[in-house]
């Protein structure tokens, strides 16, 4: 692979140059990818920045890690931060978590907190207090596709029989009246495991 043809593709200010340029860089490790990755990551057009992230979190570097951090904490586009809480996570859930949980609390936007909640919400290690806790948060959300996301969280809980599932049980119930059509749905439905 040509690594100057592609640095130039990236920093070309062209999606259509760049995006298949930071794709291809897949066939590279982890270790040649990084700064091409990186240098994504300081593009203009924010579908560059997000693909980026997503390479750093399919090629986990100390870097990559940093620069994530980074994203999630300052990027200006929600797309971007919402593909660095993903990367996040495929680098360590269990650092990620703290930041994942302070990013949810900090940043409103709707896309960054799904994003969240996805994540984590099938995650094998994630713990069932930290769920519970996340989806208390995506609850009091005034976005109708984030409270899903909640209450979808909540039927997990109840179905796998955690330590917090009598807890879950009994805000699933609660949402059984929520003006929401969807919620409403989420939670019936988690009932039923």
Known sequence: MDLDALHAAITSGDPSRA????????????EQAEPL???????????VRSLSCAGLGMKPT??????????????EDANVRA??????????????WPLLLEAFQRDSQWLLRCSVLSAVAEH????????????RLALEDADGTVRVGGAEILGRLVREGSAVA??????????????DHRV?????????G
Do not use: K
């Open 19 to 30: 995006m298949p340029a930071l794709a291809g860089l897949r066939a590279l490790s982890a």
């Open 37 to 47: 990755l990186l240098l994504g990551l300081q593009q203009e057009v924010f579908m």
């Open 83 to 96: 593909e660095a809480a993903n990367a996040l996570v495929s680098h360590s859930l269990e650092r990620a």
């Open 166 to 179: 009598g807890d879950a049980r009994c805000e699933l119930q609660a949402l059984q009246h929520d003006p």
């Open 62 to 75: 100390a870097a990559g890690w940093t620069a994530l951090v980074q994203a999630l904490q300052h990027d």
């Open 184 to 192: 409403v749905a989420a939670a019936l439905n988690g009932l039923q």
């Open 124 to 135: 094998p290690a994630m713990a069932a207090e930290d769920l519970l806790q996340l989806a």
